[in-house]
């Protein structure tokens, strides 16, 4: 008996597609490629996409309130304009005017929920939701690879877990006897268990194990876990760019990763897009909770009005140690304190600014080499001369100048990072050495 196909393929997608341009029905198109329409339906709804090619966008008035719209003065030339605003559709837009309201076509809002046949397409100056084979694919493989990536574990069972095994594992006891000993606590295999501790998901470490350190760690390619399998839902590259078009002149701050030797200490590191500037931590290695643990330290530092405000959206790829945005996004206490989106993948030029400025931490930590001997206050050094050096994009001006103008002065000493004089500074490895 042949196998159930439980998943559309790319073909199927190819059928969907034409069949929308072509104007068929759902129904039709579901009779096709032998699925229920519903199929059909949710798979349009989960991969369609807003499109920007819309040459009208911003020029034209698209608010549902429009007509017989009376206000006036909305725009920046208000003592010199007398027009009616939803004439020149300047104000009429998220932002300009507490009324507005988008205009959404019926189309999209019903069946086939996408403007791909519409003969009016071209003519529209409504926002456009299309649907392509291409795109969706691409979607849906990432879905895939990334549902069987990351630790498949609720944050109360690993509690429960971290309850059990760290008093055991302090008595000598070994993972096989503790979770022989509590039967009902593991959901996992012992084998899973082991994984988890040398990844650093758990609060035991490696060498908590009784006989993890009498051997040499074999040398494998390492897999990547991410611990929240679902962190890119709602935080995507799209939805950033979304976020930026209603929070016009929003503090928008790039999170990476600077690596060292292999398998030794990284940095990781936050830069300010408006104006350069850009701070690092030393971590033990590419971790979540290293990432947590550097937000949290800059939260307490700061303070929450001041963290609000110059972190009200954090920027970055797709790394396992980014895989907790809800812990990012919140303080300890569980109240909300900014946003998390992602890249696309690959993408290195979605985040330009941090890219930009790891060239200048390279210029004194050269690529390969070990961050193990380095402290803190040696990374605050590097970074306190790296945004003491003027830049032309800033006309002459350097990012800690341009962020502290932003920010207030004494911002950038609370993340440890002091301005050093223009003729002092140093973008060497010898800055470094003693």
């Known amino acids: ?14 059928i969907i597609e034409q069949g929308l341009r072509s104007g068929k029905s759902l129904l039709a198109i579901a009779r096709e490629i032998g699925r229920p329409h519903s199929t059909v339906a949710r798979e349009i709804l989960r991969h369609r996409f807003a499109s920007n090619k819309n040459p009208y966008r911003g020029r034209i008035n698209t608010c549902k309130n429009r007509r017989g719209c009376i206000r006036r003065h909305l725009c920046a030339d208000a003592a010199n304009c ?68 990351g630790m498949n574990l609720d944050p109360r069972t690993v ?22 000993s509590n039967p009902n606590l593991f959901p996992v295999s012992e084998k899973t268990v082991y994984r988890y501790i040398n990844l650093g998901y758990l609060v035991p470490k490696r060498h908590n194990l009784p006989m993890a350190m009498r051997y040499r ?5 390492g897999r990547e876990h991410k611990v929240d399998r679902q962190c890119l839902v709602g935080r995507t590259y799209e939805r950033f760019l979304e976020f930026r078009r209603h929070h016009r002149g929003a503090s928008i701050v790039e999170m990476d990763t600077v690596e060292g030797a292999t398998g030794g200490k990284v940095l990781t590191t936050f830069s300010f897009t408006a104006s350069g500037f850009m701070v690092a931590f030393l ?69 330009p600014h941090v890219e930009r400025n790891h060239e200048f931490i390279r210029k004194v930590l050269l690529k390969g080499a070990s961050f193990d001997d380095l402290t803190q206050d040696d990374v605050d050094t590097m970074m306190s001369h790296i945004n003491s050096y003027k830049r032309e994009s800033l006309k002459g001006r350097s990012p800690y100048e341009r ?28 800055l470094l050495q003693d």
Not at 1 to 14: T, Y
Not at 97 to 105: A, F, K, L, N, T
Not at 160 to 180: D, E, F, T, W
């Open 217 to 221: 760690k074999r040398k494998s390619r």
């Open 159 to 180: 509690e429960a877990l971290n309850a059990v095994l760290v008093p055991g594992l302090n008595k000598g006891q070994s993972v096989y006897h503790i979770m022989r």
């Open 1 to 14: 008996m042949p196998a159930k196909r439980k998943h559309l393929s790319e073909e199927d997608r190819f």
């Open 82 to 149: 007398n027009r009616l605003c939803r004439t020149c559709g300047a104000s009429c837009r998220p932002g300009g005017c507490d009324c507005y309201e988008e205009d959404v076509c019926e189309r999209i809002a019903r069946a086939p929920y996408v403007c791909n046949g519409c003969r009016r397409q071209q003519s529209c100056t409504l926002r456009k939701v299309l649907y392509t084979r291409k795109r969706a694919n691409e979607e849906y493989r990432r879905t895939l690879v990334g549902s069987r990536c």
């Open 403 to 430: 962020f502290a103008f932003e920010f207030g002065d004494d911002v950038p000493e609370k993340l440890g990072i002091r301005k050093i004089e223009a003729n002092a500074i140093v973008l060497r490895p010898e």
């Open 283 to 351: 971590q033990d290695g590419k971790f979540a909770q290293n990432v947590i643990d550097s937000v949290n330290r800059m939260w307490d530092r700061l303070g929450r009005e001041t963290f609000e405000r110059i972190f009200q959206a954090i920027l970055t790829d797709n790394g396992t140690e980014f895989s907790n945005p809800s812990a990012i996004e919140h303080d300890p206490d569980g109240n909300a304190r900014t946003r998390v989106f992602y890249c696309r993948p690959y993408t290195a030029a979605d985040k």
